[in-house]
Structures are given as C-alpha cells and as structure tokens.
C-alpha cells in the first residue's frame, strides 16, 4: 500500500534538516516567517500534520501515528537525521517521536508542552467550530461572527479563519478535518508520553504567561529528557513563537548551534 506523506514547504538549503511542526488547528503557513530565519542556515521543513492544513485526512489520529508520519516524511525525503520543534500539539508530537526513534533525532525542541496528559480544554472552540454551517455561510465574516459567540479573543479566532478556504464545491469550508480532531481530542491531550528516555540535548520552552508547564513539571521534564533546559519566552503565552519571535528564534538558534 502506498505510504501517504504529510504535505510540506522546504526554506534553505543548509546541511542540517530541522523539521516544525504546528499545534492543533494549525498549519504550516503559520510558520513561513520563522522558516525563512531558520532557512539562513538548516534545510526547513513546515510540515501539516494530518488532518491539517493540506495534508491528507485521515479517520485514525493518534500521537503515535503523527509521529510514525514525521518517521516516513523523513524516510520519503531521505533525511537520516533532524532537528525537530514541535508547538503544542505539534511539542506533544515531538516527545513521543524522540521516545520511538530517538536515533534519528539531533536536537529537540518542545514549545509550550510538558510531557504529561492534560485535562480536555479546547471545548469552547470545539464547540464553535462545530457550530459554523458552511451551507448558509456566504463570507469569512459569516464564520467570525459565528465563532465570536464563543470565542472572545481575537487573536484565538484570526488564528482559526486562517484554516478557512474556498472548497471545490464553491463553498466556504475549514482545511482541518474538524469531525476526526473532535472525536480523536481526548486521546490527543489526555494520554501519558510514551515509555522511555531521551538522552539528547532538548530544549523545553515556556511562554511567560502560559500555564501548559508549571514548576512542578520540572521533575518528569528531567526524569524523561536528562539533557534538557528549561527557558521561559518573555511577555508571551502559549503561543510564544507568534507574541514574541525574536525570542523564540535566537533562544532556539543558541540551543542548535
């Protein structure tokens, strides 16, 4: 059976692959910015996960899975080795993939995710996601009103238009595949790390107002990943990379070089 491979853009063309990976809901072009920066000196690649962005849609979503489609992203592209950083969803990703095939890992960098369950708390935007009706939907404006009766924060909704797009059949309709993320969600963010230990060097970083690590993660930080800071993004939550970039990249260039 032919192997579906996550859609990719690829910025650079250094000796080193360092491989990004978004959170939920998220898509690569979230990322073009930073990659240009990173490109300066490593092959980048932004990568959607499935079910996201223009990856394929599958019905099975599991971390494990995501992690077995960076392994076969990399194997379709002959990368032997890479740098990975994963956001989130994206960070949860990334750990369990250093647990799988920790030999094909150089660096490690995890924005914003401690390794360890979380409790379910996308529901407010599962919920307003849900509510759009794409069939009575005539603009973007259309489904940022709709989205505005749950979601307060502008920026948490921008961030949602982005995945909003013009389908084959002439209506408006979301990139992700919103029924499998709604139903796979518990298992995305409820479920342990996988067993093992990560012995290279990983960088876990924090955003200063964020609460996904909190100091007594500290202890399974270092039990899980002994060769690993800690570093908090200034006057940034837990989307650091977007609120503070210039932070996010130098901190992260200084760990990788």
Known sequence: MEQDIIHSKIIGSGTEHLIILHGLFGQLDNWNTHARQFGEIYTTHIVDLRNHGRSFHSDF?????????VLNYMNFHQIDKAHLIGH??????????????????????????????????????????????FSQVTS?????????????????????????????????????????LH????????????????????????????????????????KRFPNSAIKTIANAGHWLHAENPKDFISTILTFLI
């Open 61 to 69: 979503s599991t971390i494990r899975v995501m992690a077995e489609d």
């Open 88 to 133: 989130s969803l994206g960070g949860r990703i990334v750990m369990d993939f250093a647990m799988l095939y920790p030999d094909k890992l150089n660096h490690l960098v995890v924005a914003d995710m401690a390794p360890k369950a979380y409790e379910p708390h996308h529901n407010a935007i599962f919920k307003a996601l849900s509510s759009v009706d």
């Open 140 to 180: 973007r404006k259309d489904v940022e009103e709709i989205l505005a009766q749950y979601i307060p924060e502008i920026g948490v909704r921008q961030f949602l238009l982005k995945n909003v797009y013009h389908a084959e059949d002439g209506q408006y309709a979301f990139r992700f595949n919103l029924p499998v």
């Open 183 to 222: 139903q796979s969600y518990s298992d995305l963010v409820g479920q342990n790390l996988l067993d093992g230990i990560f012995n290279g060097p990983t960088l876990f970083l924090k955003g200063e107002k964020s609460n996904y690590i909190m100091p007594e993660d500290e202890f399974i930080i270092k």
